[in-house]
């Protein structure tokens, strides 16, 4: 089992434990997680633990964090730029 500490909806401290049982020795709000979660990382009732939002551009679709557009499925390596809001490409060489 997993725990995270959250304060204010967000990551703090996370623990291979139950969160009874850390809620007991180490103080705090410790909700239980399925998977493996980060510090910095949200959590709500309604939505569960979410990652950091990786650009202020990308919105939470089918639980993950989409770009506006789509990355080019071309063979090529692209990086996001933000500033553009669009992929970049990037040489692998």
Do not use: C, H
């Amino acid at each position: 089992m997993r725990a995270a500490q959250v304060d204010g909806g967000v990551v703090v401290r996370a623990i291979v434990g139950d969160p009874v049982w850390a809620a007991d020795r180490l103080g705090g709000t410790w909700v239980a997680t399925e998977g493996k979660v980060g510090i910095g990382w949200t959590y709500s009732k309604k939505d569960g633990f979410r990652p950091p939002r990786p650009f202020a551009s990308w919105s939470w679709q089918n639980g993950a964090w989409t770009p506006p557009t789509p990355m080019p499925d071309d063979g090529e390596m692209y990086v996001w730029d933000e500033e553009a809001l669009g992929w970049v490409s990037v040489d692998a060489g």
